[in-house]
């Protein structure tokens, strides 16, 4: 998904770094996923993508709502962008290859705040595990 607007990258890269953090710490590796799946979906360069990264853990630090953040993403993705998007959570919580139980659940909640169907979640999480099996 090409990108012109900051706002919507900002709020999806927030929304990843609360999945990286809900451990409490958001280590190097998450980091580099993220912006590897940033460069991906937003099809940004990797530079641009760890400036986004690093103004962005500077808003999530001050502050930072899933739904706020959702709202943005709602008014620009489409349904498919949507499930993208949950696909790369999911690709940020599994980064460690365990899939924490409350990773689990906030991911559930990002869905639901995205408005994403229940069985369109399961078949993500089941994309995601099985590609890094």
């Given amino acids: 998904m090409k990108s012109n607007n900051n706002s919507e990258i ?3 890269t927030k929304i990843l770094l609360s999945i990286s953090n809900v451990d409490g710490n958001i280590d190097k590796n998450e980091r580099n996923i993220i912006n590897v799946i940033l460069h991906d979906f937003f099809e940004i360069s990797i530079d641009n993508a760890n400036k986004i990264t690093t103004n962005a853990l500077i808003e ?3 502050y930072s709502d899933i739904y706020d953040d ?3 993403l ?3 993705f489409s349904y498919q962008d949507k499930i ?3 696909c790369c959570c999911f ?3 599994i980064s460690d290859k365990n899939l924490h139980y409350l990773e689990n659940h906030f991911i559930k909640k990002i869905a639901y705040t995205l408005n994403i169907d229940s069985e369109d979640l399961i078949n993500a999480k089941k994309e995601i595990s099985s590609y890094l099996d």
């Fill in 10 to 12: 900002i709020a999806a």
């Fill in 60 to 62: 999530f630090n001050k």
């Fill in 70 to 72: 959702s709202k943005t």
């Fill in 74 to 76: 709602n008014k620009v």
């Fill in 84 to 86: 993208d998007f949950i």
């Fill in 91 to 93: 690709e940020v919580a």
